[in-house]
């Protein structure tokens, strides 16, 4: 992976109103704990809960990067040479891809509060995956992110 600073980054942060339902069902427990075991109880037990709360949904909002090197969607890394054509999806399309039309054999970084998404097929013969499946906002600005960087890695001594 490269060092140079990506041409494309984006997280992908739970939306507002998820951390407002967890927030109401932490304060649901909070009021559970603290009704038989007293008020200092029920805080203590909201505030350690909201905590693993906002662990989990911070460590769930994956990183989306176009690198000089490579495409960088979470852990995972392909890069250019093992790239094969780049297809922005609208809603409807990512829906399909997630659904009725998915490989059970595709890399799926999936955010279920992501509707839209990118697919890059897999042009390696000798990698058993046929595409991946990136969840992301702005998938048109992802596509055309990935065709820049591949056209200036394959130009590059």
């Given at each position: 992976m490269s060092i140079a600073a990506p041409t494309y980054r984006e997280r992908l942060y739970a939306p507002w109103w998820l951390w407002a339902i967890c927030t109401?069902?932490?304060?649901?427990?909070?009021v559970a704990f603290g009704f038989p075991l007293g008020w200092v109880a029920g805080v203590a037990a909201g505030v350690v809960a909201e905590g693993a709360v906002v662990w989990v949904?911070?460590?769930a909002s994956?990183?989306?990067e176009v690198r000089a090197a490579a495409l960088v969607a979470?852990?995972?890394?392909?890069g250019y040479d093992a790239m094969g054509p780049v297809?922005?999806?609208d809603a409807t399309a990512a829906g399909l891809?997630?659904?009725?039309?998915?490989?059970?054999r595709a890399y799926l970084l999936l955010r279920p509060w992501v509707p839209e998404a990118v697919?890059?097929?897999v042009a390696d013969p000798a990698d058993p995956t046929?595409?991946?499946?990136?969840?992301?906002?702005?998938?048109?600005?992802?596509?055309?992110?990935?065709?820049?960087?591949r056209s200036a890695a394959t130009r590059s001594p």
């Open positions: 109401v069902i932490v304060a649901t427990f909070g949904l911070v460590t994956a990183v989306v979470g852990r995972a890394t392909l297809t922005a999806l891809l997630r659904g009725r039309h998915a490989d059970p697919r890059v097929d046929p595409y991946w499946y990136v969840s992301t906002r702005r998938p048109a600005a992802v596509a055309e992110a990935l065709e820049r960087a």
